[in-house]
């Protein structure tokens, strides 16, 4: 079964740092990867998909990587605004019954002014 | 367009009250999505439609009726809830035919079962 894990599960950094964030997966056998944003009480908002033969995607000050055979993704944020604090939650798509994502844990995020 | 939108925001409701949660998108997408949240959890899938035809129903109890009147609209009929029924009702669409496109949620309803 496909288990997929956010460390760590809150993480507070100074403005204008950079920052990584986590996620790992147990099962390689998967389509792709997305990363999701989610403010308190609401949706979940596409930050980044990528695929399982991606190495990289790029939006903005965004950048998530993926390695597939380590079952590991990471997601990028260059220069962190208070804008970004947030629940960030990655999904990965499985090969077998692929409309069932699996999420993370999530890391809540705090940006600190 | 990369918008799903949900009615209502939020809804307090009693157990023996009947309502109903909307979704729609516009974007042609062909897999549309139920998921419940509860507070500090991921999302748990609920139910999946592809092409307007279930597809997935994660043994959700029957309180919950899902509906799928055409490509663009998804219900979610609720009936004699209890209050662990409590959460954020997502709804999610992507677009159909393969596993590869990105999956787009809605900002979800806030229930509350009294």
């Known amino acids: 079964k496909q288990e997929v894990t956010q460390i760590p599960a809150a993480l507070s950094v100074p403005e204008g740092e950079n920052l990584v964030l986590n996620c790992s997966f147990t099962d390689s056998a998967i389509y792709n990867l997305q990363w999701f944003r989610q403010d308190p009480g609401k949706g979940l908002t596409s930050l980044l998909l990528i695929q399982s033969s991606q190495r990289e995607q790029t939006s903005g000050r965004l950048n998530a990587s993926l390695d597939k055979s380590s079952g590991r993704s990471t997601l990028y944020i260059a220069a962190s605004q208070p804008g970004d604090s947030a629940t960030y939650l990655c999904?990965?798509?499985?090969?077998?019954?692929?409309?069932?994502?699996?999420f993370g844990t999530g890391t809540r995020l705090t940006i600190i002014p | 367009d990369t918008e799903v939108t949900q009615t209502p925001k939020h809804l307090v409701m009693g157990m023996t009250n009947k309502k109903s949660l909307k979704c729609e998108q516009h974007?042609?997408?062909?897999?549309m999505y139920w998921y419940k949240q509860k507070a500090k959890k991921p999302p748990e899938l609920m139910f999946v439609y592809s092409y307007e035809k279930l597809s997935i129903n994660e043994s959700v109890p029957s309180r919950f009726s899902p509906e799928c009147p055409n490509s663009s609209l998804l219900n979610l009929h609720l009936h004699a809830l209890q209050p662990e029924d409590s959460a954020l009702y997502l709804c999610a669409s992507r677009h159909g035919g393969g596993p590869y496109n990105e999956q787009f949620f809605g900002p979800g309803t806030r229930l509350t079962v009294l």
């Open positions: 999904a990965v798509r499985p090969l077998f019954l692929h409309e069932k994502l699996t």
């Open positions: 974007m042609g997408h062909r897999a």
